[in-house]
């Protein structure tokens, strides 16, 4: 990964076609758009593999119909392979190419418009894939988070609630602090896991130590924060509070 002078992150792409015309179209898409960086355009899988045996990428758009080594075969050699984009002129692959994982599939031919549509998969994939280092902890009862451009320390006994807006986590924390970070909240489940929080409802999960009251369907917070607690969710209320009624 490298970043450009706005400090975005650039995706690493590798472009990998047979067809001269159709190598040099991809190579044109990939540099027209900001956030791909080509790292080198591959006229064969047998190139390609040298490159990655030398070099970094974290995404590669590749031809199936290819000879000595196809698409298919190709990704599905790779120990560790990049985000996948397949370019083919042939539909009756597509369902092969998710079987190894592929992001995207582009029927060929293809206009800049789809290629940069299948890139902004890449793109949200890439970002969650780098959010899932987001967060590491060093004890028990820290974490370090990436948020607004900087690696914040943050004491989970602090943390009252965590709010999730699909790719993104809002944290709030004693004080009235809350940061945002790009984190999927299955990650953040189990980095606090045996802390006392419990998952309320798909949007919330709350440090039961900062609860004064539980009712039927809401919790209320010290602070007088109330949470909905969602249907599916209130058996987890339910088996946490349960052993601690007197």
């Known amino acids: 990964m490298v970043t450009d002078s706005d400090n975005t992150a650039m995706i690493r792409c590798l472009a990998i076609d047979d067809e001269p015309l159709a190598l040099i179209q991809l190579k044109s898409m990939i540099e027209r758009t900001p956030y ?15 490159v990655l045996a030398q070099q970094s990428v974290d995404a590669i758009f590749v031809d199936i119909n290819m000879p000595e080594l196809n698409g298919l075969d190709f990704v599905a050699s ?3 392979p990049p985000l996948v984009v397949f370019t083919t002129a042939y539909s009756e692959y597509a369902l092969d190419s998710y079987k190894v994982n592929a992001v995207d599939y582009l029927l060929k031919p293809f206009g800049l418009l789809e290629f940069q549509h ?3 998969k890449v793109k949200r994939q890439y970002q969650l894939l780098q959010a899932e280092q987001n967060i590491q902890p060093t004890d028990d009862n820290v974490l370090y988070l990436k ?6 320390r943050i004491n989970i006994p602090e943390i009252k609630y965590i709010e999730s807006m699909r790719e993104y986590l809002r944290i709030y924390l004693e004080g009235g602090e809350k940061l945002m970070t790009l984190m999927p909240i299955s990650k953040i489940i189990t980095m606090i896991d045996n802390h006392g929080f ?6 919330f999960i709350v440090n039961m130590s900062k609860v004064a009251e539980v009712a039927k369907n809401n919790v209320r917070l010290n602070d007088g924060t109330t949470l909905p607690i969602g249907d599916s969710f209130k058996d987890n209320v339910k088996e946490y509070i349960q052993p601690k009624i007197v």
Not at 198 to 203: A, F, L, Q, T
């Open 147 to 152: 948020a607004d451009h900087k690696v914040a």
């Open 198 to 203: 419990v998952r309320i409802h798909r949007s």
């Open 118 to 120: 299948s890139a902004e």
């Open 36 to 50: 791909l960086t080509l790292v080198e355009a591959c006229s064969d899988a047998i190139q390609a593999q040298q």
């Open 78 to 80: 790779l120990t560790n």
